[in-house]
């Protein structure tokens, strides 16, 4: 018998000895669960008692350096005691757990092994329940059994993620490193030294430097003006050395988002771009130079700007309605341009992301350019925070676009449906992974189907013949699943890493 879970394997930089089989002795979480727990889940109950497995939903990819994987599950009789059987082809035994609780997290030691050991393998769970009575005896007989699956990636999804959440009215910037088990404050309003602290008490969304140091975002009450701030331990707030007097009042006089480009950030060459009230409005941030980007062809306003990371053009929403410095509704599409210098030039919509019976918006570039995620809903109404909000990807050179399968809550939360959810606000990990010929990019965006708004991640892998496939959501299990988060950052930004005893 094997009694609660046990401590990180693989500190200090060694790898861990590779995982070849599990315990043969069953793990009881809790030591008030009756020993004779096993005998009682021999025989699988009636077709439709199966509990709901609500994480991981089927066929899931995880990155290799994921959360160590929490299995989620609903009862459908009102059980009390379930059993966890997690089982990988090839090893003689399989992990067997038993819980009272809804939910039970694989241990660390057994992850930092599982995940560097077996990839590109479909791994088994199934999850009974039954009920106990304050006495031991049974109540409720076993049920059917709930299966799933998931699968290890051969990479890992770097960098850290920076998102903005709303608890208690406040609006901050709190992060985490991918596979951290907690998350931590980033920025809060008071720490801002470039604000009006009368008028500014709340931070909105956000966008990650290219180095990682900072980041922009909207600040304020009502009325949103455009900061910049360090994130960097001993250096939280304030702001960028780089930053001249002339850029910072630039920026203080704008709303909106701002987006940056890595072949726009060494000396000379730190730009920023805005869409504030309907102009693409540029700013040297380490100089005195600006200017508007021009847009040839297109009439509408322009917010919600995403750079390319060649620095070669700009992808923005066309609209022709803008609230405090993004767009407030539809009909939009998404339009590409040049950059050229600030210059700019002739405007185009992207194809399949610039639809007549669609509104697109929240553009954002892939790490290597090659793709545009966007969210999208049906028709022209209103686009903040709306149920009806999907995400999709498409070629950046544009071409048919493709619904994400992470849209979509488990199959067996029948009351739940996408479209319906609120998913929106995507963006993607810094950099590309490739291996035995696939490439992997990561996905997080934010969604609505616990009733708050949360973040999940999810895979795009393109094959070596080029086909897509899309996967279902994950979630991220680290953070405060009371609070409303919203609007990622996902780069390589420097805050410290998260110790969790």
């Not at 909106?256 to 504030?276: F, K, L, N, Q």
């Not at 028709?379 to 149920?387: A, D, K, Q, T």
């Amino acid at each position: 018998m094997i009694v609660g879970t046990g401590g990180v394997g693989g500190t200090g930089g060694t790898p861990p000895p590779p995982l070849t089989d599990f315990p043969a002795d069953p793990i009881f979480v809790d030591p008030t669960i009756p020993a004779s727990a096993p005998s009682l889940f021999g025989s699988a109950g009636p077709a439709g008692s199966a509990p709901c497995i609500t994480s991981p939903e089927p066929s899931t990819l995880m990155p290799r350096n994921w959360l160590r994987p929490r299995f989620d599950y609903l009862p459908s009789r009102g059980e009390n005691l379930f059993e966890v059987t997690v089982t990988v082809p090839g090893f003689a035994h399989p992990l067997r757990a038993y819980t009272r609780d809804r939910g039970y997290t694989l241990d660390k030691e057994l992850w930092a092994r599982l995940r560097t050991s077996i990839n590109d393998v479909a791994i088994g769970v199934t999850v009974k329940a039954l009920g106990l009575s304050a006495s031991g005896s049974v109540e409720t007989p076993v049920s059917e059994a709930a299966r799933t699956t998931f699968v290890i990636a051969p990479v890992e999804a770097p960098g850290k993620i920076v998102y903005w959440a709303l608890a208690n009215g406040l609006g901050s910037l709190k992060g985490f490193g991918i596979g951290e088990e907690g998350v931590q404050n980033v920025l809060v309003p008071s720490q801002v030294v470039a604000r009006d602290p009368a008028k500014e008490t709340c931070i909105g969304c956000h966008a990650a430097t290219p180095d990682g140091n900072a980041v922009g975002f909207a600040l304020g009450q009502g009325l949103y003006l455009d900061s910049i701030a360090d994130i960097r331990e001993g250096s939280v707030g304030m702001v960028p050395s780089y930053v001249t007097p002339t850029a910072l009042t630039a920026l203080r006089k704008l709303e909106g988002i701002p987006t940056y480009s890595p072949a726009h950030w060494s000396a000379g060459d730190r730009i920023a771009v805005m869409g504030d009230t309907g102009d693409l409005t540029w700013i040297q941030l380490d100089g005195d130079r600006q200017g508007i980007i021009a847009r040839t062809g297109d009439n509408r306003l322009a917010t919600a700007p995403t750079f390319r990371h060649d620095g070669a053009g700009i992808v923005y929403v066309s609209t022709n309605s803008i609230s405090v410095g993004r767009q407030a509704a539809g009909p939009s599409d998404l339009y590409a341009v040049p950059y050229a210098d600030g210059a700019g030039g002739p405007a185009t919509p992207v194809a399949g992301a610039a639809e007549p019976d669609f509104t697109e918006y929240y553009p954002a570039f892939s790490p290597d350019d090659a793709f545009i995620a966007f969210t999208r809903i049906t028709g022209s109404g209103i686009v903040y925070s709306v149920p009806e909000a999907e995400v999709f990807v498409v070629p950046s050179a544009g071409g048919v676009a493709t619904r994400l399968k992470a849209n979509d809550p488990p199959a067996c939360q029948s009351n739940l449906h996408s479209p319906g959810l609120t998913n929106d606000w995507t963006k993607w990990s810094p950099d590309v992974g490739r291996a035995n010929g696939k490439t992997y990019y990561w996905i997080t965006f934010s969604s609505q189907r616990t009733g708050v708004p949360q973040l999940y991640v999810t895979a795009l892998v393109i094959d070596g013949a080029g086909k897509l496939s899309t996967y279902p959501a994950l979630y991220l299990w680290n953070q405060p699943a009371a609070e409303g988060n919203h609007t990622p950052a996902w780069d390589h930004l420097q805050i410290p890493p998260i110790t969790v005893d």
